[in-house]
Structures are given as C-alpha cells and as structure tokens.
C-alpha cells in the first residue's frame, strides 16, 4: 500500500472513530504524518471541522483523541489527495468547509482567514539558481529625446500628470515612441482605439525601462489595464522561453473577483496577437478547473489573493518564474486586512523581479507598504485634483438617528432621482444591511439591486450588469466590492453608514465625481457621533465647502468613554 493510501486509509478510520462521538464533522483538513509533541511515533493528526470550530484530532496510537496544540505540531510538504469524488472538488461558494484532505502543510484554509499564509515560508533566494531576467526593453525614440523640459512640463501640467523619483523617462505623445514590434503596434491599435491615455504615455516608458512603479490613478477610464499589460507581454517577449509547467513569468493580483476577471478578459484581447496564454484564478468558484490550467501552464496568471495564497498553500502554484508583478487595487486590498497575505505572496517571488502597484488613493499604510515591495520606484499620478475632489462634488450632511435613517433614505430618493438615467450608490457596513435595504426599496417600488461577497458570482454579474445597462438606478454595497462599480450616469453617492477609514470616504466620493460639478455625497451622522462628526468636517474643509453649524455642534460632544461604552454594551 502506497503512502497516500495509507494516509486515506487512516483518514477514514478517523472520520469513522469520531462520527459515533455525535458531532457533525463537515470536512477534514490537513491529515498529516508528524509528530505532536508528547506522541508515540507514527501517530497521525489532521484538523477535523466538527459544529463550527476546528480542532485537532489523532489516530494511530492515540486514536480519537482531540486538543493538540497546533503549534506543537512538525509538518511535512505534501500532494493533495481526496478521499471520494477526486482531486481538487472543493468549491469555496460552499464556503471554504469542503476541503480535501491533504499531507502537508499550512493552516486550515476554514480558520480565521487573517492568518492565511502564515506557514509559507520564502525560499532562500541567496542559495537558489534562477534564471537571468532581462528588464530594460525601452530605447528613447528621438521625437521624444528631443522634446525640452519645458515642453514635458507643460504637458504633465496640463494634463494632471504627477511625477516622482530619479531619472524620471520623459512622456510619449504617441504610441509609436513606444519603439514596440510591429505586431503589438497592431494589436495596440486594434484594442486601443484611441490616442495614448495620459496613464499609458507616462508608465509605459517607465515599465519599459524596467523600474518599479507606484500609480495612483484618481480618475477612471485611464487605459488601466493596458497601462501594464502591454509592458507586461513585452517582458515575457525578452525572457527565456517558456517551458509547461514552469508557472507564470507575470502575476497580476487583483483586489476583487471582478477586478481578476476585467483584466483577465484585457489579456484575451490580446491573444491572437501574441499567442500568450493567460489563466485566472479567483474565490468564488470550483478549484478542479482552475487546478487543470496550473497543470496546462501559462506565461501570465490573473489571480485574487486569497485563491493563490490556497494553492501555495496546497503547494499547488510555482511562481520560480514569476519575474513581473502587477498588484492592481493595492489600496483596496489593505482597507480588507490582505496586507500580510500580499507580503506573503511578494516574499515568494524572486526579490530582483520587476513590481508595480496600482491605487486609488495614498495612504500611510500603502507608503509604507510601497517602501516594502518596490525598489527605487517612480511614482506617477494621475487626475490628482479629481483625486482630491474639491471641485467636483457637493457634500450634504444628514443629522438623524441611526433608528431613523432607512426612512430618511427613502425620502430622500424620492427627492434627487428625478430625472432618467440618473444612479445612486449606497454604502453600508454591513453584508445584512445589503439584503435588507434592497428587498424594502424593491417593496417602495424602487429598482435597486446589491452586492456584497456572500452572494454568488452569478448573483453580483446580474446585479452589476443590472446596475450599468438594464435600468436598476440604486446600487446598495459594501466598500470590498465598489472598486468594481464602474458604471456611467452615477450621480449620487450616499454613505449610509461610516466607512471604516479615510481613504474609503474619499474612493466613495470619487464615484460622484462629474466634469460639470453636479455630483452629490449625501453622509448620515448621528446626533451623538462626535467623532465621526470631527472626520465630516475635515472632508468638508478639504472641498471648500461650508460646515454646517449643526455639525459643528456634534463633534464638540463629548465622546463616552470606553468605560460607559463597556457599560451600555451589558444593558
């Protein structure tokens, strides 16, 4: 009997010395050969999910015993194996209970997501032999070596261009300045249908030239995905061929599934140009298929995080190879606490690959983060007055008691979605408050849909297609998901509940941004939200705009102390 039947055979003992304990084993995880602390030898322990909560139980010498410290525990590398059904049939839309089992490695992929590549330990590239990567492919074209610096500063000024670093490459003004070969000039102008965007004629000269870039881009319809992509297919062009299996040359990581299928479908388009393969992995949906493309191999891979930390955890995904990454929606990925998951990913990639990151907005969090994963970068930024949205948006404040608010909503609707084509988005904390306030607009007649990431794929592409081209006017959201709201004729934006940081106020309002400054941002605030209140105003004085003496008021209120919060919570 192989090793692996063994172990399969020893899981089965297992699930069967436990099932008469009347607990409700939904899956088995991580059925490993090691030895916990105090065990004699060949005792076998996996994570077995019973009610919902993991814990540790044995078989072998101590069979049916349960409570080992996970801690205590000395793991092996393993190869996933199944017990019924074959390999790789867990689905995450189930949510993450149905896993196979497996030898190995890593923590329960049903535990606190949080800790979630905590055991993928980087390889010592010191020792490692890799293989050469070939990052400068840009040679200056004489149009635009002979363009003054006066001439690029007037440029970048008039279009909102921002630039920061040293030795910074000049603009291009044109696509053939790009010194590209002549059959990804066809495909650019087959895509692009379009002059350079101001995005495109500032980072493809800097990726070309192979530096490490930051872009934060405040404005949509920037070319987002061409911007990188194009560097990204000329790169793979200059490196050593590729061989199945090899794992991908470029990583593109993306903040949302939609975000990972957008871009996904942006490689396609270039295929029959290029004949590079592309794979996508994303949360959400069977992990077999997508198990068949990692075997197929491709030299690009558009994945989630959280997907791609499953499968280095399942020893699943090569990334040797890897010498270019693009995290796209880096911002986002850090306001949903997958900063340590994304360190994680970075550190298992070669430390002199070529890295960009694309944001929204800055923080301190991301510069700090940017100082991590990038190498003598260059910053670009573009549309940083719509970034700041001081001129563009109307801010209106909305003092009323949190019990109270679903009916000034609905009021309120009645009063600014007058005329056709017109949307609002409205943003909510929470994944119940989605569900709730759509079914009691639908009930007052109003054609609103929602999306947060409990519901289905299908569920949020129906209600995003509904949203953007099929006549629903309200979209109801959580911040994790409105990176994917791109839709025409939004004109309202309503923060129904706090967001849970700065930056997200201001990706919020950005979504009310219109040329000719009639967007509005409506912000509910409790009478007794004082410091919620000192953050309104500071927004509000950043865009030029009156503070409301009401305002005012709430936030020279004392705020409880934590105390009699501690207090009220017992009440």
């Not at 692996?4 to 009347?22: F, R, S, Y």
């Not at 993928?120 to 990567?133: A, E, V």
């Not at 949360?283 to 997907?307: M, Y």
């Not at 309200?474 to 849970?500: E, H, K, Q, S, W």
Request: with cysteine; proline share 5%; net charge negative.
């Amino acid at each position: 009997m192989s090793d692996q039947q063994n172990q399969a055979h020893l899981a089965k003992d297992l699930i069967a010395t436990l099932t008469p304990l009347n607990d409700t084993i939904n899956a088995v995880y991580h059925f490993n050969q090691g030895l916990p602390h105090g065990l004699l030898n060949g005792a076998f322990y996996g994570y077995v999910f019973r009610g919902n909560t993991w814990i540790t139980a044995l078989s072998g010498p101590n069979e049916g015993t349960a409570g080992v410290a996970p801690q205590n525990v000395v793991n092996i590398n393993w190869e996933m194996i199944a017990l019924g059904g074959g390999q790789g049939q867990a689905d995450e839309a189930a949510g993450d209970n149905v896993i196979n089992l497996g030898i190995g490695r890593g923590a329960p992929t049903g535990t606190n997501r949080g800790q979630a590549g905590q055991s993928l330990r980087p390889p010592d590239w010191k020792h490692l032999q890799m293989t050469p990567i070939r990052k400068n492919a840009y040679r200056e074209h004489l149009a635009t070596a002979l363009r003054s610096p006066a001439e690029v500063a007037s440029y970048l000024e008039a279009n909102e261009i921002e630039v920061a670093g040293c030795d910074v490459p000049k603009p291009l003004l044109n696509v053939y300045e790009a010194g590209l070969p002549e059959d990804l000039m066809q495909c650019v102008q087959a895509v692009n249908n379009r002059s350079l965007s101001r995005l495109q004629s500032q980072c493809w000269p800097v990726v070309l030239s192979g530096r490490d870039l930051l872009a934060v881009v405040h404005s949509e319809d920037e070319g987002n995905a061409l911007g990188y992509l194009l560097p990204a297919i000329v790169h793979i062009r200059n490196q050593e061929p590729f061989q199945r299996r090899e794992g991908p040359i470029v990583l593109v990581l993306a903040a949302t599934r939609e975000s990972a299928l957008e871009t996904e479908q942006a490689v396609r388009d270039f295929e029959k140009y290029t004949n590079l393969r592309v794979m996508c992995f994303t949360s959400g949906v069977p992990k077999l298929p997508q198990l068949k493309l990692l075997e197929e191999g491709a030299e690009i891979c558009v994945a989630t995080v959280s997907r791609l930390v499953a499968f280095m955890e399942d020893s699943k995904v090569n990334l040797r190879r890897c010498s270019f990454l693009v995290v796209v929606g880096a911002d986002r990925m850090v306001a949903m606490g997958l900063e340590g998951e994304l360190r994680t990913i970075a550190d298992n990639i070669r430390p002199d690959r070529q890295t960009l990151l694309w944001i929204s907005s800055r923080s301190l969090e991301m510069d700090h983060l940017a100082d991590e994963l990038l190498t003598n970068h260059i910053t670009v930024s573009i549309g940083a007055s719509q970034g700041r949205q001081k001129q563009r948006v109307q801010h209106v404040v909305l003092v009323c008691d949190n019990d109270d608010k679903g009916d000034v909503l609905l009021e309120l609707l009645k009063d600014i979605l007058c005329e056709e084509g017109d949307k609002i988005i409205v943003f909510v904390d929470m994944k119940p408050t989605v569900d709730e306030m759509v079914v009691k607009m639908q009930m007052q007649g109003w054609p609103a849909v929602g999306i947060h990431k409990k519901k289905h794929e299908k569920e949020r592409e129906w209600a995003l297609e509904a949203f953007r081209l099929r006549g629903a006017s309200i979209m109801v959201t959580t911040d994790v998901l409105a990176c994917g709201l791109n839709a025409d004729g939004v004109r309202f934006v309503v923060n129904y509940d706090r967001p849970a940081r700065p930056e997200d106020y201001y990706r919020r309002v950005k979504h009310a941004a219109r040329a000719d400054g009639s967007g509005k941002v409506y912000t509910f605030v409790a009478p007794s939200d004082s410091c919620y209140a000192k953050e309104i105003i500071s927004f509000l004085r950043e865009a030029k705009q009156d503070v409301p003496r009401e305002v005012l008021n709430i936030s020279k209120k004392r705020a409880p102390s934590k105390r009699s919060r501690a207090l009220d919570s017992y009440q």
